[in-house]
């Protein structure tokens, strides 16, 4: 008798201890599997359409140029794979899936590469590199190595340069954007949106005489 209390005492709570462990361990696992299948049917589903991605610095200007590539035909935001994304639609048809990542950098400044490699699963056709060449941006020497990084990193055929917030102080940066990307690259002046409008008609140009 003293030793079935006993047993009941000492061994019965840590059974019940074990099995909260592996009720949370399950719980989690399972909220893990789920994440994975969403995550994998997003992907799905974005690359039903040619991809396009936008990328660049913190505060380079990409959203604006996103928006301005769309006509403002924004879809909204995808927390699961945290990207931005919108339209260019042409003639009442959906051309292209413009995408804009939010997180290209972790908290202490270094490339996420956990970002990169989900933005390599999507397999974008494009990818669109915007470099602030304001007065006061990062360093363009940085931002044209974050550039040359993903151009080999995503082994594109259609890396875009796109110098943005162009005035009158930006001859220094745009002389070293030419020298790193050559002279065919994007100039959209500062406070003016409407320079995307020759970027969204190249891309359209590109997307109706399919590359092989």
């Given amino acids: 008798m003293v030793m079935n209390i006993m047993q009941y005492i000492f061994i019965e709570p840590l059974s019940m201890v074990g099995l909260f462990v592996f009720f949370v361990t399950f719980s989690i696992v399972l909220v893990y599997l789920a994440f994975l299948f969403l995550k994998r049917a997003r992907i799905a589903m974005l690359k039903r359409t040619p991809i396009a991605i936008i990328t660049g610095f913190p505060n380079s200007g ?3 140029i996103l928006k ?9 935001f995808d927390n699961i794979l945290n990207v931005s994304y919108g339209d260019i639609v042409h003639d009442g048809v959906v051309k292209l899936k413009m995408l804009g990542h939010q997180g290209f950098f972790s908290k202490d400044g270094r490339i996420d590469g956990k970002s990169i490699y989900d933005l390599m699963k999507l397999g974008p056709k494009y990818l669109i590199n915007v470099l602030d060449v304001s007065p006061f941006s990062d360093p363009i020497e940085k931002q044209i190595e974050f550039g040359d990084f993903l151009k080999n990193k995503f082994k594109m055929k259609r890396f875009l340069v796109v110098a943005n917030k162009v005035d009158g102080n930006s001859k220094e940066k745009l002389r070293k954007i030419e020298r790193k990307f050559g002279k065919k690259f994007y100039k959209i002046g500062l406070n003016k949106p409407a320079d995307v409008n020759k970027l969204r008609n190249d891309l359209l140009h590109l997307l109706t005489h399919r590359e092989h």
Avoid: F
């Avoid at 301005?68 to 909204?76: A, F, I, K, R, V």
């Fill in 68 to 76: 301005e590539l769309c006509n403002n035909n924004m879809e909204g």
């Fill in 62 to 64: 990409k959203s604006v």
